[in-house]
């Protein structure tokens, strides 16, 4: 079964730090690129960032640029964002999404981050 | 990086039909044919109904069809079912390993 399973969300206060993971199983991890997208409390989807397959292209939105880092490790099948100098707008449900023709095909099921003091 | 543009709700009778727009620029929209829509229930995570503006994947109902015209693109929704209300989200490829989505739409089926 193709699937995607992400793990690391929590709470943290403005400022800090948190890793987030995301780890697959059931396809060729090193054939696609894969994205981080984000749906803050009853909002909606925000794309975040992008890898290719070999980790060296990569993406990401205005509003995490130069905060959050993407990364994989293809030996592992794992994914992962790294997530710095955190903001309570960081606040979402964070999902990792395997990518199909520019679009995503398989997702996870969300981890929670909560930037709050 | 400026979300594209969805009307905030819609709603039909089961049975009918909907259309659901998703407005860009030519820097996303109407510069690459790689709109995909996505279909998300509460608590659930989004499931992919149409990529490439008009193809569907392995297992979506053909009562699902997408279209672009310009920067807009559309979704459009045959014979509505109960099950098909959710909120729906167009996502664009805009360029330099960048993706932009629509701010979603409410789907009620009356």
């Known amino acids: 079964e193709v699937q995607l399973v992400e793990s690391g969300g929590g709470l943290v206060q403005p400022g800090g730090s948190l890793r987030l993971s995301c780890a697959a199983s059931?396809?060729?991890?090193?054939?696609?690129?894969l994205h981080w997208v984000r749906q803050a409390p009853g909002k909606g989807l925000v794309w975040v960032s992008s890898?290719?397959?070999?980790?060296?292209?990569?993406g990401y939105a205005d509003s995490v640029k130069g905060r959050f880092t993407i990364s994989r490790d293809n030996a592992k099948n794992t994914l992962y964002l790294q997530m710095n100098s955190l903001r309570a707008e960081d606040t979402a449900v964070y999902y990792c999404a395997r990518d199909y023709s520019n679009s995503m095909d398989v997702w996870g099921q969300g981890t929670t981050v909560t930037v709050s003091s | 990086q400026s979300a594209l543009t969805q009307p905030a709700s819609v709603s039909g009778s089961p049975g009918q039909s909907i259309t659901i727009s998703c407005t860009g620029t030519s820097s996303d929209v109407g510069n690459y044919n790689l709109v995909s829509w996505y279909q998300q229930h509460p608590g659930k995570a989004p499931k992919l109904m149409i990529y490439e503006g008009s193809k569907r994947p392995s297992g979506v109902s053909n009562r699902f069809s997408g279209s672009k015209s310009g920067n807009t693109a559309s979704l459009t929704i045959s014979g509505l079912q109960a099950e098909d209300e959710a909120d729906y989200y167009c996502?664009?490829?805009?360029?330099?390993?960048?993706?932009?989505f629509g701010g979603g739409t409410k789907l009620t089926v009356l």
């Open positions: 059931g396809f060729t991890f090193s054939r696609y690129w």
């Open positions: 996502c664009s490829f805009a360029g330099s390993s960048t993706w932009v």
């Open positions: 890898i290719n397959s070999d980790g060296r292209t990569t």
